[in-house]
């Protein structure tokens, strides 16, 4: 009887210390902001301007050196073949980025380890608007 006791405390105890061991989960929580700092390369933007009459579409691809960089001071460069500007921007919830200096609200479409896709609508009248899609890759 001593001995199974013996027996049936080493298991439990064997069990306590395996169950105990757990490995350490290795994947770091990071918040919209943390994720979104980073240099993105540009791919492309779809471009959507509907008036009146016309409904024009466009799309510009990233060639080398093309980026997009949101920087832990809160500003942003972008560089789109010539065309280089910088503006300051925050984070409006989870979902959105607010460039001050452009005057524009994007909602983040997606947002992961290697992709970051933008949405801009902007309208001028019932049935006058703009829109573009930017996407970026790490």
């Known amino acids: ?3 199974t006791l013996k027996l049936l405390t080493a ?3 064997a069990g306590l210390f395996f169950s105990s061991c757990k490995k350490k989960d290795s ?3 990071q918040t919209t902001l943390q994720n979104l700092q980073y240099k993105w390369t540009f791919d ?4 959507h301007d509907v008036y009146p009459g016309t409904d024009f579409r466009d799309t510009t691809l990233g060639v080398a050196g093309d980026y997009f960089d949101f920087r832990t001071d809160n500003k942003a460069y972008l560089k789109v073949g010539p065309y280089m500007d910088t503006s300051a ?3 409006l ?5 607010v460039f ?3 005057n524009d609200t994007v909602d983040i479409q997606v947002l992961n380890g290697t992709n970051l896709q933008m949405y801009n609508r902007s309208d001028y009248a019932p049935s006058s608007y703009d829109e ?3 996407f970026l890759h790490r």
């Open 1 to 3: 009887m001593k001995t």
């Open 11 to 13: 298991v439990c105890m």
């Open 27 to 29: 994947t770091v929580f």
């Open 44 to 47: 492309k933007e779809y471009y």
């Open 89 to 91: 921007y925050y984070l």
């Open 93 to 97: 919830g989870d979902t959105k980025i």
């Open 100 to 102: 001050s200096t452009f």
């Open 132 to 134: 573009t899609t930017d």
